[in-house]
């Protein structure tokens, strides 16, 4: 079966790669282009550490085939920080300790991201509901939830707290 | 949310870096997907590795035929476990527990049995994933399916299936002369059980069961080997002690150490489940067949299906007391599976069992059952949570027979410094009781309860570890410090030790840096487990840091012209403190330069045993609310209170107690192992293998108690593994006060809390 | 190891085309089950059909006062159609309650159904409201109630080449109210249980004019308890009227033992939550009348 050719918008780049047809999106993105920050924790769309948003919603990249990602645009983890600065809720994640291994941190990262681009000021419910397709199995997500909701209050005020380089 | 983390002391000194919250030095990696995990490594021009693995949970291999693999397009390498050198029976202390290594090379490749579904039997090699998984489905396995066991008692019982005939039970004497599935017995305790109990006022018995759980790490098993034509290999991989991937995988390949060099990547959780070795050897031989690197990676489906899980148990009790609630003895005895091969939580659970408490008469008895599941691996504080459900149950139980709140019955029994364990060794200066008074402090403990709530609390501890250790510090040329260890960063530990080196070096915690050395380039680390690496290795940092110290203050005193007694080390800067140089400084950035070219660089090492850890003790508060129609159980608050020594980097702390809190939770409702009639497992999946998602908690309020170490020179103890395991415990006891019903069969899921509630069906 | 082809045709036609010529060919829409079964190996198609791109695949249109839903649609869109939202709050509560919000962001009701699993979560709730939906096929398009569509567990009555290509939902009845619960170990993530979906009208003093009950994961596929719906007409939903329910509801209840429950826990659920969705939807019902 030859492979099929993709061209995408990724992080605000273009990016093209060849896949076949079966592969999932979160295969190309690992092993086509390199990007190895959305990990693949079950393949199953049970734990969301391959979270990525694909044309403005988020969805687990590994229940996406890649060739269904044409004409598609997607941010994975790699472009949440901008312009070379860690995004606030990146920025929370490390003032709260709200990781211990680090392996689902970006799925969360991107999904916390997506929630607080839609909802400036969500309850920690609706916080807990929200990442419930997360798995966190190191933090209990207490400080998850806190850094998220630390993250929300400063987005929503107008200045810019200090922030680490990426 | 709940009031923040609150922290109790009983400290005498004040820090300036131990005790503060700054971000770890590989945390802007870790939130912007830069930093490289055991799957994320590609070596150039790596083949792709699959996996055979039996359908049968017992069963001869006959005959594997690989020549339909070997012969597809893209396939370079096919192994099985005759691949593997003769082995010798070596029993090797790497990771947590002793494994013989011929056990542990039959576990990466069976040779002539399969003990288990998904134990594995061969491997290939391709050029593409998609070429990997296709011959491997090609190779063709013919198996004698043999008669197989699951359950403990079944595995005991007369004329069950034996799974060694090599193997007979430990801890008897005389040594039995018949093999059998008892693979270890190990017996604990003292004084007259039976007749304490016999003339005690009050006494509860129980039976308490359980099927064994994972560790739920998220990252599945994934490695690369490359062994080279000279008989040299590198490996990368992510594991929790890369030095005891390279003594077991260089054992059953029969390699000298020297040969291997194992680069740790960074690790996505472990939990005590990657102390082991599944694949590492298997892509050696492939590599060493196909003359290219080998990447081997497991589903998550391969990760339920081979790799350890915790054990399942049975564990009767018996606890008796005076009227006034003294304890008067305790009679515990357990089984825990081990699956295939001989496993060690049982030596573990009998010292976790009774402890805490003073009971003057006692006998605790554990047994290691071999049965054909997945050999068992370290689990979190492994063989403790198991049979402390089983005695905080009890104890609970006990209470209430007595009309005695269960908070004061277990202070009117709490064991402190000097008095003796099970085994008979003094307890040293540990903080139980500190954590019980927490305890009744805590609003928590007085707050009020709505309908169908219910509030149980318990207790647990474990006794942590030391361990061989080595670290070294090194001045860089403009002064700042480099701090290299042997220990895998499992979650934040690179910031503890950067904390205790700041401490100790007196200089800002920018200025120190730690990274986490491969094989070769750092001495002998054990494991990442047991809770030691910020006792032990951090006992190493502060041991290096302070030899830095040392030598950059004789350097001081031969650039002066002084007595080396004359030079003192302050705040990170060099002062003269006699003759006529005295009050003359010199900083650390201003001689760092210089001190290569005087006697040469500064770079220290300690290589340590570190001795003196000490046990930690928690106390958890657990609210329930039960939906008595349906049997949801919902955990409304919940407290988790813990002596921890002294908090390093007290967010990471707390991220431990509240994780392991978390754990057990998720142990005590929804997770376990479901196998079918045909030994199978059914639920090797996220999806019906229920670890607790973010909308099923609460808040974890932690609370850290510090009684420190007096044999660490911050205080340490040791944190990771305590807080799993009161919980099982605690949320039993919160169903119990909210229901009326004691559940003593884990889960606690809602057809199970249903059934209790409405015997009738 | 067969390969599998991919294809994304902007035409209905091509789709049954392509579905038709091959009888292992499976029709993409949200793929949250697909993909996880070709993974497992459950399924090995030779081509999968993406039909995402033909327009009108996606989204939700008003048709009258009822609503037409495009088979591709995921179920987080359901959410953020107010109007829907209000008038099948049931339904849309439902399908919302599939796997994660990552989930639903590419899961579909259409997928929902022709997955033809018991535990579907949205396929009760749909039931209970009288939904229907449009399948193509070589010989044109038809339109079939819901409840036809599954047959047995992961089995349709789809004939080859054919593929659901939108789901309807009536106008809301006046005095009308719907609810689905269903009972799951965790709080999300999970797979039903048991489900119980009811739809119901009451008229003017709150009498029950006409009710529908369904039920997930109680047998091999979702069943519709007209027994149940009887039990309610006529009353104001008083106690003896909601046991009677729950009496026909467990009586109606044929599931199975396996890892996610017992026979008798799932035929007592069922009662209990089918009881307590007809409040809801009684709730709802006067609240909109």
């Known amino acids: ?166 | 949310m709940n009031a923040p983390e609150t922290m109790k002391q009983f400290r005498p000194k004040e820090f300036r870096h131990v005790g503060t919250r700054p971000v770890r030095p590989d945390g802007v990696d870790k939130v912007t997907g830069r930093a490289l995990y055991g799957p994320d490594f590609k070596a150039p021009g790596m083949l792709w590795g699959a996996i055979v693995r039996s359908p049968h949970p017992h069963a001869r291999i006959v005959s594997i035929d690989t020549k339909k693999a070997e012969s597809l397009p893209g396939v370079k390498a096919v192994a099985t476990g005759k691949d593997f050198p003769t082995l010798q029976s070596l029993v090797m202390h790497v990771g947590e527990g002793a494994s013989d290594i011929v056990h542990v090379a039959r576990n990466c490749l069976a040779l002539d049995k399969v003990l288990y579904e998904g134990h594995a039997v061969a491997a290939v090699a391709a050029t593409t994933p998609e070429i990997a998984r296709e011959a491997a489905g090609l190779i063709a396995v013919e198996y004698e399916e043999l008669p197989f066991v699951l359950g403990l008692e079944e595995a005991l019982a007369e004329g069950a299936p034996l799974l060694h005939d090599d193997v007979f039970t430990k801890g008897v004497d005389p040594k039995p002369d018949k093999p059998s599935n008892a693979s270890m017995r190990v017996e604990m305790g003292g004084g007259d059980v039976e007749g304490a109990l016999a003339g005690a006022a009050v006494t509860v018995t129980g039976r308490y069961t359980m099927e064994p759980v994972h560790q739920g790490y998220i990252e599945p098993h994934a490695c690369v080997a490359s062994w080279g034509g000279d008989g040299q290999a590198q490996i990368w991989c992510s594991s929790q002690g890369h030095f005891a991937v390279r003594s077991l995988t260089a054992s059953v390949l029969a390699l000298p150490q020297a040969d291997i060099r194992v680069m740790p990547l960074e690790i996505g959780g472990g939990f005590g489940g990657k102390t082991t070795i599944y694949l590492e050897p298997v892509a050696m031989i492939l590599s060493k067949k196909s003359g290219r690197p080998v990447r081997l990676a497991m589903t998550r489906e391969e990760v339920f299906r081979a790799t350890g899980p915790a054990p399942g148990a049975v564990i009767d009790v018996r606890i008796g007391a005076d009227a006034d609630g003294t304890l008067v003895a305790a009679d515990v005895e357990f089984k825990y599976h081990s699956g295939a091969y001989p496993a060690v939580d049982a030596g573990a659970g009998v010292a976790s069992a009774i402890g805490h408490y003073k009971i003057a008469n006692t006998r605790v008895v554990g047994t290691e059952v071999l049965c054909n599941r997945p050999a068992a691996k370290a689990y979190r504080a492994p063989g403790a949570p198991q049979v402390n459900f089983a005695v905080e149950s009890a104890v609970d139980e006990l209470a209430g027979k007595l009309g005695i709140d269960p908070l004061e019955l277990r202070l009117k029994n709490a064991a402190v410094e000097g008095d003796p364990q099970t085994s008979g060794v003094p307890w040293g200066r540990i903080g139980w009781v500190e954590c019980l008074e927490a305890a009744k402090a805590h609003p928590h403990w007085s707050a009020p309860l709505g309908p169908n709530q219910g509030r149980g609390l318990a207790g647990g501890y474990w006794g942590n570890y030391g361990g061989p250790s080595t670290v070294v510090v090194s001045l860089t040329e403009d002064g700042t410090f480099t701090v290299t260890t042997g220990s895998p960063d499992i979650g934040g530990s690179r910031a503890a030790m950067a904390i205790m080196a700041a401490e100790t070096l007196g200089v800002p915690y920018e200025q120190v840096r730690c990274v986490i050395a491969d094989t070769s380039s750092i001495g002998f680390s054990m494991v990442t487990g047991g809770s030691r690496t910020t006792f032990a290795t951090g006992k190493a940092v502060v041991e290096a840091a302070r030899e830095v110290k040392q030598v950059l203050c004789s350097r001081a005193a031969k650039m002066w012209n002084v007595a080396e007694d004359a030079v003192e080390w302050q705040d990170g800067e060099m002062v003269c403190t006699a003759g006529e140089k005295e009050g003359t400084r010199i900083t650390v950035a201003q001689i760092a330069p210089r001190v290569a070219f005087m006697s040469g660089p500064v770079s220290c090492v300690a290589g340590i045993n570190a001795a003196g850890w000490l046990p930690g003790f928690g106390l958890h508060i657990c609210d329930t609310e039960v939906d008595t129609e349906t049997g949801h159980v919902k955990i409304v608050r919940y407290t988790a209170i813990q002596d921890v020594g002294t908090a390093i980097h007290p967010d990471y702390v707390e991220g431990q107690i509240q994780g392991g809190a978390v754990q057990g939770i998720g142990w005590a409702l929804n997770e376990t192992y479901i196998y079918g009639e045909n030994g199978k497992l059914d639920n090797p999946g996220f999806l019906d293998y229920r670890m607790p998602v973010a909308s099923d908690l609460p808040m974890i309020d932690a609370v850290v108690v510090e009684v420190p170490n007096p044999d660490h020179p911050y205080g340490v103890k040791g944190v990771g593994e305590v807080p799993i395991v009161p919980p099982l415990a605690a949320v039993a006891n919160a169903i119990h006060a909210a229901t009326g019903k004691r559940l003593n069969s884990l889960p606690m899921s809602p057809d199970r809390v249903y059934a209790a509630l409405h015997p009738e069906g | 190891m067969p390969s599998t082809a991919f294809h994304a045709p902007d035409s209905v036609e091509d789709v049954v085309a392509l579905l038709a010529a091959d009888p292992t060919a499976r029709p993409l829409g949200g793929g949250t089950d697909l993909i996880v079964q070709m993974r497992s190996g459950r399924l090995a198609p030779g081509s999968v059909v993406d039909f995402k791109r033909i327009a009108g695949m996606t989204g939700v249109r008003r048709e009258g006062d009822g609503f037409v839903i495009g088979a591709a649609t995921p179920c987080t869109a359901l959410k953020a159609d107010a109007a829907l939202a209000a008038a099948w709050p049931g339904v849309v509560e439902a399908a919302n309650l599939i796997g994660s919000v990552q989930v639903r962001n590419r899961a579909t009701m259409a997928g929902n159904l022709c997955n033809a699993s018991p535990a579907a979560d949205s396929v009760p709730a749909l039931i209970a409201a009288g939904a229907t939906c449009v399948v193509a096929g070589p010989s044109g398009k038809r339109e079939v109630p819901v409840q036809e569509i599954p047959v047995a567990p992961g089995k349709t009555s789809l004939a080859p080449g054919e593929f659901v290509v939108e789901i309807r939902l009536p106008a809301r009845p006046e005095g009308g109210g719907d609810a689905y619960l269903r009972s799951t170990p965790r709080t999300e993530m999970d797979i039903a249980v048991v489900g119980a979906g009811v739809s119901l009208v009451l008229d003017a003093d709150g009498t029950c004019t006409s009710a529908r009950v369904a039920l997930g994961a109680v047998g091999p596929t979702v069943v519709l308890v007209e027994e149940a719906g009887k039990a309610l007409v006529g009353t104001k939903l008083d106690d003896d009227a909601l046991a009677a329910m729950s009496r026909a509801v467990q009586a109606a209840s044929n599931p199975i033992d396996d890892k996610r429950g017992s026979v008798s826990y799932r035929k007592a659920m069922a009662g209990v939550l089918a009881r307590r969705a007809a409040l809801i939807a009684a709730t709802r019902a006067g609240a909109k009348a």
């Open chain 1, 1 to 166: 079966m030859s492979k099929i050719h993709v061209s995408t918008t990724l992080n605000g780049d273009a990016a093209e790669f060849l896949c076949d047809p079966s592969a999932s999106l979160l295969d190309a993105l690992r092993d086509e282009l390199g990007l190895t920050g959305s990990k693949e924790g079950c393949g199953s769309g049970d734990c969301g550490a391959c979270t990525v948003v694909l044309d403005g919603e988020m969805v687990c990249s590994c229940l996406v085939f890649a060739a269904e990602a044409e004409g598609g645009t997607i941010q994975t983890i790699e472009g949440v920080a901008e312009s070379a600065v860690l995004h606030p809720v990146q920025q929370k994640f490390l003032e709260h300790g709200a990781l211990q291994c680090g392996f689902c941190t970006p799925g969360f990262i991107v999904a916390a991201k997506a929630l607080l681009d839609r909802n400036p000021d969500p309850t920690e419910t609706e916080v807990r509901y929200w990442l419930a397709g997360n798995l966190c199995r190191c933090t209990g997500y207490d400080k998850i939830v806190r850094a998220v909701m630390d993250a929300a209050a400063e987005l929503r005020q107008d200045r810019p707290s200090e922030r680490t380089p990426a």
